[in-house]
């Protein structure tokens, strides 16, 4: 079945350290996102990719790092540098084109805490 | 003030309750309007999405949008517990335009 994979699901992290969050698709879409999700905030956008070896930072890029050296892979690096890392993950993937409706196909999740 | 509002609820209705959603933006430029349904401890999946004005049926799912107004909606009839989840709006300029999200309305349907 085609999808993203998103990996750990849960994540534990001490102050200090950097964590690197997965996210696999095999849907063969061009476009990938990263967004975190806060209680009663919704989804904000941290970094999208339009295309291989390329990338954008979305609303709230600071503290986080990203590659894209396939098509299939986009991780997300938190770094020590991201004052409130505790929060929901989701990675999501679109075929952008037209008309582009936007949508976004989404996988479960990481929750990554802060300890 | 947010581009997109929606009150984060809960929200609590009982089996077979109409339930009503509601947005309101502040953009006029949106042209893609959608509604994401998210179980607890999941991703979103896209419910519905409609393009500029009007309404969009899908069973017992409609979608309304007003732009004069701006100011979206999703109506469910015959609630079911399993419509129990949070439902997100969002909108995008389209062509290529990332998409804007609501805060999420948490929904409960008792049985």
């Known amino acids: 079945d085609g999808g993203i994979t998103q990996s750990p699901k849960y994540l534990f992290r001490k102050e200090g350290q950097n964590v690197t969050l997965s996210c696999e698709q095999n849907?063969?879409?061009?476009?990938m996102y990263w967004y975190r999700q806060d209680p009663g905030q919704g989804l904000r956008l941290i970094y999208y990719?339009?295309?291989?070896?390329?990338?954008q930072k979305g609303d709230i890029a600071e503290g986080y790092s990203v590659s894209r050296e396939k098509k299939e892979s986009f991780p997300l690096t938190v770094t020590s540098a991201q004052k409130n890392p505790t929060a929901f993950y989701l990675c999501?993937?679109?075929?952008?084109?037209?008309?582009?409706?936007?949508?976004?196909?989404f996988g479960e999740g990481s929750r990554l805490t802060v300890l | 003030q947010k581009e997109v509002e929606q009150d984060p609820g809960p929200l609590s209705v009982p089996e077979g309750a109409i339930v009503s959603l509601n947005c309101t933006y502040s953009?006029?430029?949106?042209?893609?309007f959608m509604w994401y349904r998210q179980y607890s401890r999941k991703g979103p999946e896209l419910l519905m999405y409609?393009?500029?004005?009007g309404n969009k049926e899908d069973g017992r799912f409609t979608a309304q949008v007003d732009k004069s107004s701006k100011y979206i909606s999703l109506f469910i009839r015959d609630s079911q517990p399993s419509d129990s989840a949070t439902y997100l709006c969002?909108?995008?300029?389209?062509?290529?335009?990332?998409?804007?999200f609501g805060q999420g309305t948490e929904l409960s349907v008792k049985p």
């Open positions: 999501a993937s679109s075929i952008p084109g037209l008309p582009n409706t936007g949508e976004l196909f």
């Open positions: 849907l063969n879409h061009d476009a």
């Open positions: 990719s339009q295309i291989v070896n390329d990338f």
């Open positions: 953009n006029s430029a949106f042209q893609y």
């Open positions: 409609t393009y500029s004005s």
């Open positions: 969002a909108m995008s300029l389209g062509q290529g335009g990332k998409l804007i």
